[in-house]
């Protein structure tokens, strides 16, 4: 596992909007819980007050709904915090009581605060679980991927290392055959064609190993892989450009071959595109690679987009990233976002 690993929302479909991604927007979105509740706390004590005007029983009943926000602060921000609002409503409601001239009624207040105690209970002790098992989630999905790169560079090695070696010593066997006969005044046309096919042989095995792991990735860095992958495109044709400027020079390995992985899903998904821009760049706590490319299509590239990225949403979705896809000029943007912090 790396240390500045991938967190795990789900993704985003096409063409609507983004999954909440559990990296800086869910601090963002427990700020929001939390100032909720707060306005929540003051527009019940509001209602309460001008309800005790009409009755103790009404303000009593108003009472009880400091139940919801409580509930809402244990289930967004865990026990602990759903437990701390509860207190604090408590001693709240004591000393509205006492201000408001009320005779403290032991057994109303045990039976008020049993219930706000136990909304923040059930819902911390459920959020709880719940983020225990999404943690145990992110860590087999983590291993997941680092099995499955370890297990590419495996083929790679063994493709690139026993099965193109020994290719390479029937080569140089061919070669002494053609020697031999050449020196036998013996015409053996069929060797050159066993030569031909074992050079062939030879350049697909390699063709097929370096995708599985790229030597450039180990020795390189992602930058340069990036790099080496646009320029296999143009080869045939296509043009693909993706800035890598502002990407941050630490990435641990596992997390630059996922990220190459991806990339190279996306391209592939893209096959109907002559050309492809974009970036892929650090940011404050997360890795964002953004592609835009033009398509034909009226929505560009229709259902058989969706269908090709089938394999890119899996690879974002175990990785722990959001995957938004949007129109962009005459074609589609792009844009994962993948949580650098664990």
Avoid at 42 to 47: K, N, P, S, Y
Avoid at 177 to 204: F, Y
Avoid at 235 to 242: A, K, L
């Amino acid at each position: 596992m790396w240390a500045r690993g991938i967190r795990q929302p789900a993704v985003a479909g096409m063409p609507a909007g983004q999954a909440p991604h559990r990296g800086g927007s869910q601090a963002q979105r427990r700020s929001i819980v939390l100032w909720g509740a707060i306005a929540s706390f003051i527009a019940i004590f509001v209602l309460r007050q001008l309800a005790t005007g009409s009755g103790d029983s009404l303000g009593d009943a108003f009472g009880l709904l400091y139940v919801l926000p409580i509930a809402l602060i244990g289930l967004e921000m865990g026990l602990l915090a759903g437990m701390t609002a509860a207190v604090a409503v408590i001693v709240v409601d004591v000393a509205w009581m006492q201000a408001n001239g009320r005779d403290l009624d032991g057994a109303a207040l045990f039976i008020r605060s049993g219930i706000f105690v136990f909304a923040a209970g059930l819902t911390g002790t459920f959020s709880e679980r719940m983020q225990g098992r999404l943690r145990e989630q992110e860590a087999n999905a983590g291993r997941l991927i680092a099995e499955q790169e370890s297990e590419r560079r495996e083929i790679a090695t063994q493709l690139h290392e026993e099965a193109a070696q020994t290719l390479a010593a029937a080569l140089l066997t061919v070669g002494m055959l053609e020697r031999r006969a050449a020196a036998s005044n013996v015409d053996a046309p069929q060797l050159e064609v066993v030569r031909e096919h074992v050079k062939g042989c030879i350049a697909d095995l390699r063709r097929i190993a370096a995708p599985l792991r790229p030597d450039v990735l180990d020795e390189m860095g992602l930058a340069t892989a990036v790099r080496r992958l646009a320029e296999r495109e143009a080869e045939h044709g296509r043009h693909v450009s993706i800035a890598t400027e502002r990407l941050p020079a630490d990435l641990p390995r596992e997390l630059q071959g996922l990220v190459y992985r991806l990339i190279e899903s996306l391209v592939r998904a893209l096959s109907g595109a002559r050309s492809i821009d974009g970036s892929l760049e650090g940011r404050r706590s997360s890795l964002a690679l953004s592609l835009s490319a033009a398509l034909p299509g009226d929505p560009p590239g229709g259902a058989s987009l969706d269908a090709a990225l089938a394999s890119a949403r899996a690879r974002v979705q175990l990785s722990g990233g959001t995957l938004r896809i949007e129109p962009h000029a005459d074609g589609v943007r792009i844009v994962a976002l993948l949580a650098l912090e664990r």
